[in-house]
């Protein structure tokens, strides 16, 4: 009964490689979220989806490109992959983009080692 | 372009109240405090939000300065699994992370 789930937890790979990061949520929320963790532990808002529809784009290279096939999945691929692609992903929804008073809920991360 | 202040460490000793301060002097009427924890390399953590009002659920209390410029979370009894990064956010279209405050709590 995991609120919001990512998949694979782990993932290695060589540079130059494509990779997809799938997420899923049972919560009932519209508004979905991909956040990434660096190795100095700084995280950051890549992208948000209300409704299947890209609403905030934090300047990510076009190597990466969210899809959401509906509600209660955003998935992320990433295209020729980098060694600073190396990182946490964490996926996330909420009720409503423009809703402050709707928290988000995070996945427990997908964890991308590129070699 | 994080709106929050906080210490950047704390220590506690289990079974105290433990609590962390924030400012967030330039925040607007229409947005809320968050805070957030994050244990080890786990997925962020919701723990309470607030607008102007005291806050209290089974997790932990809000307390938000009348004018709202700062906030205190209160863990009322740590424990050694409270041991984190607490991250006081203020609510935006965007949840924008900070460094946060890495508590430790001792036994």
């Known amino acids: 009964d995991t609120a919001v789930s990512q998949t694979p937890k782990y993932l290695v790979t060589q540079m130059g490689n494509d990779k997809s990061i799938k997420c899923e949520q049972n919560?009932?929320?519209?508004?979905m979220y991909w956040y990434k963790q660096d190795s100095k532990k700084f995280l950051k808002i890549m992208f948000s989806?209300?409704?299947?529809?890209?609403?905030i784009n934090e300047t990510v290279p076009n190597r990466f490109s969210p899809k959401s096939p509906d509600k209660a999945h955003l998935n992320l691929h990433i295209n020729s992959l980098e060694l600073g692609d190396s990182a946490v992903y964490f996926c996330?929804?909420?009720?409503?983009?423009?809703?402050?008073?709707?928290?988000?809920?995070f996945g427990n991360g997908t964890r991308l080692t590129v070699t | 372009d994080a709106k929050t202040t906080q210490p950047p460490s704390m220590d506690c000793a289990e079974g105290r109240a433990a609590n962390l301060p924030c400012n967030h002097s330039t925040i607007s009427g229409n947005e809320y405090v968050y805070w957030y924890r994050q244990i080890h390399s786990q997925g962020p953590q919701y723990i309470i939000h607030g607008l102007k009002n005291n806050e209290t659920n089974e997790m932990a209390s809000l307390i938000i300065t009348e004018d709202r410029k700062s906030s205190t979370l209160i863990l009322p009894h740590a424990t050694l699994r409270d041991t984190a990064v607490y991250y006081c956010i203020v609510r935006t279209q965007k949840l924008v992370f900070g460094q946060g405050t890495r508590l430790t709590i001792n036994p």
């Open positions: 996330a929804s909420s009720h409503g983009w423009d809703r402050y008073n709707s928290p988000l809920h």
């Open positions: 919560l009932g929320h519209d508004t």
């Open positions: 989806y209300n409704n299947k529809e890209l609403i």
